[in-house]
Nanobody
Framework: QVQLVESGGGLVQAGGSLRLSCAAS????????MGWFRQAPGKEREFVAR????????YYADSVKGRFTISRDNAKNTVYLQMDSLKPEDTALYYC???????????????????WGQGTQVTVSS
């Protein structure tokens, strides 16, 4: 059974940085694209970033482009999200997710992902 466990969230001031990690177990991590999503209270879950299985291709939501960087270490079965220049509007519960093998939905669509972690809270104070 695939398990995804996020860590690294916390409270940070605006302009600060955090690095989220997502450790995967079960399955063959290196053959799947991975994504990060976030959900703020009262809002729908939204796409943040995606990385291909090899790490060669990355995609970002416009709202985080230039500030966030997704990466992965297939030897450690871990995907990361480096978040810089954080803003109060980045406050949310952040989830990592494993993509389904075939891209049947958009890469920013939650239906494209079949396994999800429990989330890690990021709070940015102004």
């Amino acid at each position: 059974q695939v398990q995804l466990v996020e860590s690294g969230g916390g409270l940070v001031q605006a302009g600060g940085s955090l690095r989220l990690s997502c450790a995967a177990s079960g399955g063959t991590f290196s053959t799947y694209a991975m994504g990060w999503f976030r959900q703020a209270p009262g809002k729908e879950r939204e796409f943040v970033a995606r990385i291909s299985s090899s790490g060669a291709n990355t995609y970002y939501a416009d709202s985080v482009k230039g500030r966030f960087t997704i990466s992965r270490d297939n030897a450690k079965n871990t995907v990361y999200l480096q978040m810089d220049s954080l803003k109060p509007e980045d406050t949310a519960l952040y989830y990592c997710a494993r993509s389904r093998p075939r891209l049947n939905w958009g890469y920013d669509n939650t239906d494209q992902y079949d396994y999800w972690g429990q989330g890690t809270q990021v709070t940015v104070s102004s």
